[in-house]
């Protein structure tokens, strides 16, 4: 996800993007152990055939959690490549000089 943010960022947007993923990874780290002591108070049944009990709660969180994820990347994700495509040509050299001069330092 961090390699899309930098994909479709300016050099000048782009720190400040990052510092707010990073922040919400620590956020993540720290509220992580609240939701697990939450979630190991849980015990109730939603059918007959399902309950919900400490040892399978935090799936059922997790795989709520990524429902949404998977919601918002559904509705909110526009692909740039069509917009590189309407670009004309100096600005997508320039876009995919970029890309591949921040690439070639990873090696």
Not at 28 to 41: A, E, M, R, T
Not at 60 to 87: K, P, R, T, Y
Request: hydrophobic share 50%.
């Amino acid at each position: 996800m961090m390699a899309e943010v930098c994909r479709s960022t300016s050099m000048e947007e782009r720190t400040p993007i990052l510092t707010i993923f990073n922040a919400g990874r620590q956020l993540g780290i720290l509220v992580g152990p609240v939701f697990q002591l939450l979630l190991s108070q849980i015990h109730f049944r939603v059918t007959d055939w399902w309950e919900i009990t400490p040892l399978n709660a935090p799936g059922v969180c997790m795989a709520l959690m990524w429902f949404i994820f998977e919601l918002g990347i559904i509705f909110m994700f526009s692909n740039l490549g069509d917009e590189i495509s309407h670009m004309d040509e100096e600005q997508r050299n320039a876009i995919l000089g970029q890309m591949s001069n921040s690439s070639a330092g990873n090696f």
